[in-house]
C-alpha cells in the first residue's frame, strides 16, 4: 500500500502525543508506519517539517468546523466584517459542537493531547497551545460576543458582563468537560450536561 503525507502526519502526531515530540525520532516514524526513513524523507524533510505540517492540518480543520457551524473562520483582525450579522444560536450551538469535535476526531484528539504534553518545553510551543486551545478560543469568542453586543443581540445582562467575561463563561464549562472527558468520564454524559449548561446561557444573555 502506498504511504501518504496524511499517514504520516496522523502517524506522527499519534507518537508525539503518546512520547512527546523530542522523544519521538524519524525512525520511529517510519518503523510505526513499516517504511524506510528513505521513503518518508521522500514526503518530509525533517521531523520539524512533519510538525509544523501537523499545525497547518490541525488550523484547516478548525477553519471546516467553522464554516460546518456557520461561525467566522479567521480572526477578526484579519476579517472583521465576517463577524457581523452572526447567530448568537449557531454560536452557542458550535460550542457544543466543539466539545464532539475534540473528543471524537481522531487527528484533533492527539494534536490537544500533544500539545497539553508540549506547552511547558518552550515559550514558542506554549504559544502555540495558548494560540489552539487557551487565549485563541476565548478571544475568538469576546471577539463575536463583543459584535454582538454592538448589534444589540444580547440583553442588557450580557452588556453589563461584558464580552470577555462572557466568553469565559461560555468556554469554561466546554473546557472543563473536554478534560473530564480525558479523565474517563462518560462521553454522552458529559454532551448531554455541556448541552445544558450552553442552552442555559443563551436563554439567559439572548435578547
Not at 499517514?7 to 502525543?17: G, K, Q, T, Y
Amino acid at each position: 500500500m502506498k504511504t501518504t503525507k496524511e499517514e504520516i502526519l496522523l502517524v506522527s502526531l499519534r507518537l508525539f502525543a503518546e512520547r512527546g515530540y523530542d522523544a519521538v525520532s524519524i525512525s520511529m516514524i517510519a518503523e510505526e508506519i513499516g517504511i524506510t526513513k528513505g521513503a518518508l524523507y521522500r514526503h518530509f524533510v525533517s521531523k520539524q517539517e512533519i510538525y509544523d505540517k501537523i499545525l497547518e492540518k490541525m488550523t484547516e480543520l478548525d477553519a471546516e468546523r467553522a464554516r460546518e457551524d456557520n461561525v467566522p473562520v479567521e480572526t477578526k483582525e484579519a476579517q472583521e466584517d465576517s463577524y457581523e450579522n452572526r447567530s448568537f444560536h449557531e454560536f452557542c450551538s458550535f460550542a457544543v459542537n466543539q466539545f464532539d469535535f475534540w473528543t471524537e476526531n481522531e487527528f484533533a484528539v492527539a494534536f490537544r493531547k500533544m500539545l497539553m504534553l508540549e506547552q511547558y518545553k518552550s515559550p514558542e510551543k506554549m504559544k502555540q497551545y495558548q494560540e489552539m486551545i487557551c487565549e485563541g478560543p476565548v478571544k475568538y469568542s469576546e471577539d463575536l460576543l463583543s459584535t454582538m453586543i454592538k448589534e444589540n443581540k444580547l440583553n442588557d445582562e450580557a452588556k453589563a458582563l461584558g464580552a470577555r467575561n462572557l466568553a469565559m463563561e461560555l468556554y469554561a464549562p466546554l473546557f472543563l468537560m473536554i478534560q473530564l472527558y480525558d479523565g474517563g468520564a462518560d462521553r454522552d454524559e458529559l454532551h448531554d450536561r455541556l448541552n445544558k449548561i450552553i442552552g442555559a446561557y443563551e436563554k439567559r444573555y439572548k435578547v
